[in-house]
């Protein structure tokens, strides 16, 4: 049977590969640990469990609005008014099956056929799949290691042709846990207007941030810059609820509408009962948000040593999500193997640790480490990574 071409060169997610694979060996009995998972290890929390019940018994378990329940879109534009200071109408708010969903909608409603999309690399590894599902160009710019995986204003502006119609800004990002200051996302807000282009601003790590740098959006910055934005966010990071499936695009109105009807065909409406989970996350007290983001900011600051003290890997340190995003490339070397990812299956084999090969997110010289498991694995996963290390020396 001949597979539709638009399926054909997409490349699996590397996250949920070796996720899958470390699961595979624990089943087998391994004493694995699993860095590679990109979601908090806490549960969701109680208010918001039982809201979903209440929405239960009280029979909302009908289709709702192919754009999310009236009462959680009033929910989203106080938080967005509330935290960044945002003013935004219901019709500028669509709900989403997640917000992965929100990001390959928008690019469906987007993109035609040759239209550029820009994306620092490193990048989250669906980005590209999703433009290329749009028959979109991702043009890929290095944001490099010594400017804190951030691109440069420069590096934007010559990236950008004619056919160029979006830029993809994640910050806090995943897989490198960096934040651009207000100074830095003026400046590529600037030539974001100059040349007219589609601002997709993922924002989904937002309340996980680690230094006194407060997160900004960059639709906070002007009124065109709010009009040029779409903001993806949604509470599966900051409220534990990766499972339940609700995330949420906010910007231009024609750009919401045409997603809404796309929607509509594809997946009729997010999740009732889901929906009112994600309405008590954001009507309740955050209190269980800011208790996660202090224990993740713990386990950065005792991880990012034991990792740094491994021979052959460095580390810019994060500012925010919960990845630690190390070049490997000397320990590599040092240690024999001709790639990383050569590396990191050899790691897994002889000491039942799991890590993301940064290939998967444009970036072949590092690796990513997830910190949302406890402390004692993080310890005695470090441990079997420097034994690692120094045994293949």
Known sequence: MELANRVKTLTPSSTLAITAKAKELKLQGHDVIGLGAGEPDFNTPVHILDAAKQSMDEGMTKYTPAGGIPVLKSAIIKKLQDDQHLTYEPNQVIVTTGAKHA??????VLLNPGDEVIIPTPYWVSYPEQVKLAEGTPVFVEAREENEFKITPEQ???AITDNTKAFVLNSPS???GMMY????LEKLGEICVQHD??????EIYEKLIYTDKPHVSIAELSAQLKEQTVIINGVSKSHSMTGWRIGYAVGNAEIIKAMTNLASHSTSNP?????????????SSQEKVEEMRVAFQDRLNKLYDWISDIPGISCVKPEGAFYLFPNVQEAVANNGFSSVDDWVKALLEEEKVALVPGSGFG????????????LDQLEEAAKRIKRFVLNHQ
């Open 271 to 283: 999740t009732s009962i889901a929906q009112y989970a994600a309405l008590a996350a954001y009507d």
């Open 103 to 108: 990001l390959f909608t928008l690019f469906q």
């Open 156 to 158: 934007l502006k010559e």
């Open 174 to 176: 995943n897989p490198t």
């Open 197 to 202: 282009l589609v601002i997709v601003s993922d």
């Open 363 to 374: 970036a072949p010289n590092n690796v990513r480490l997830s910190y949302a498991i406890s």
């Open 181 to 184: 200051t207000k100074e830095e």
